[in-house]
């Protein structure tokens, strides 16, 4: 199967240079991470929220996916501590 075509939207590649996470990182939880949250009645394309680690650190990333195989990537951020649950799964 084919690795689908990642899409940045800008405002995530600023979030990315702005907390240092890389497009490994980014892939690396798109391919690994897990969905804990479904946003597919609140976008265009079907959307999630997916819950990956860059190094030991939790990571979040927004994106949405299309028939075409592409995903594009709406953000990524790191959890606030005070406002999700210690498992970064689940928001407080």
């Known amino acids: 199967m084919l690795k689908p075509r990642l899409i940045y939207r800008l405002h995530a590649v600023q979030r990315m240079f702005e ?22 009645d609140e976008m265009p394309e ?14 979040h990333v927004v994106a949405s996916e299309n028939a075409e195989n592409e995903v594009t990537v709406v953000t990524v951020y790191i959890p606030d501590a005070d406002k999700w ?8």
């Open 19 to 40: 907390r240092k996470i890389s497009g490994k990182n980014v892939r690396q939880a798109l391919e690994a991470g897990e969905v804990i949250e479904d946003y597919s």
């Open 46 to 59: 079907p959307g999630k929220l997916i819950l990956g680690f860059h190094g030991k650190n939790p990571l």
């Open 85 to 92: 649950k210690k498992d970064f799964r689940s928001r407080k």
